[in-house]
């Protein structure tokens, strides 16, 4: 059984069908995770979902803002922008049961291998959070994202406030910024206030912020954190940060990482992919 990661694939269904090949994927033995972003810019979200949905379990996804934001265009939170690519899953014959489906899945998962804990999410985390906490604050956005309150919180959860982590938030504050750190945060102060501005690559910080992985005290750096989200940043395989996010839909790779007997024994396998946007705002 091999244990994979890969970076966002923004409906370029095409291009994970042959990374899957790439690597020999056996859905009987292998555990892929998906870093989030599976739909959106790309012109297949809905075969994406429909592969997702075919062998769950074996692929494992979390959300990303894209995925967020197909939620929210469904319920009528949020009006398609002109570079969205939504409407091969809005109108799909099978749209109930593919959002009925993304709903269910969290914002962040965790793998163990070999007594190291591998903790998975879209786009980072703020330094006051534990891994511990991290799957616990995925799991009250998770409650609200598959009971009841779903339409009303996708209604509420745009908005860039508040921009730091307080643990006496409450209700859709405190959602919001749980989904804010895990779906699109890239910088932030050293303090933890976050950035939703820039889109720089981490060599082009701009002043008074650093990427989030570099924030000094950061609770969640002795465990390997893998994410997507940064198509700027491309591939990071650091000791405790993997990034993956190798701009699949802007014409660059979409990236696999397979683990071996530990977290450190790695391998990179990539895939390139036709351009099926010009890059800008993510």
């Not at 994927?25 to 995770?33: A, I």
């Not at 996804?61 to 009006?79: I, Q, S, T, V, Y």
């Not at 014959?93 to 903790?119: K, N, S």
């Not at 005290?217 to 990071?236: E, N």
Request: hydrophobic share 40%; with cysteine; aromatic share 6%.
């Amino acid at each position: 059984m091999a244990i994979y990661c890969i970076g966002d694939i923004q409906g370029c269904d095409g291009a994970l069908h042959r990374l899957l090949d790439t690597i020999g994927f056996s859905p009987s033995r292998d555990t892929v995770y998906l870093l989030g972003d599976l739909v959106n810019r790309g012109p297949a979200s809905a075969n994406v979902l429909r592969r997702c949905m075919r062998h769950d379990g074996a692929l494992r996804a979390l959300l990303g803002n894209h995925d967020l934001h197909l939620l929210a265009a469904a319920h009528g939170a949020r009006k398609p922008s002109r570079r969205d690519t939504l409407d091969a899953v809005l109108d799909a014959p099978d749209h109930a049961l593919l959002l009925d489906w993304l709903r269910q899945q969290p914002l962040v998962r965790t793998h163990e291998v070999a007594g190291e804990t591998l903790l998975m999410v879209h786009a980072g985390f703020l330094p006051q959070w534990t891994a511990a906490n991290a799957v616990a604050l995925s799991g009250e956005v998770q409650a609200v994202l598959q009971g009841a309150g779903l339409y009303d919180f996708l209604h509420q959860m745009y908005g860039n406030t508040p921009d730091r982590w307080n643990d006496n938030l409450r209700g859709t504050d405190r959602l919001r910024a749980i989904v804010n750190a895990m779906t699109r945060l890239r910088f932030c102060s050293a303090e933890g206030v976050m950035d939703f501005e820039s889109t720089e690559s981490a060599a082009q910080a701009p002043a008074g912020l650093l990427p989030w992985f570099d924030a000094p005290g950061r609770r969640t750096a002795d465990t390997l954190v893998a994410f997507g989200h940064w198509s700027t940043l491309g591939l990071l395989n650091q000791p405790r940060v993997l990034g993956l996010d190798t701009g699949c839909v802007w014409g660059g790779c979409l990236s696999a990482v397979r683990f071996g007997s530990t977290l450190s024994e790695r391998e990179l396998i990539q895939v390139h992919c036709e351009q099926a946007q010009a890059p800008g705002a993510n």
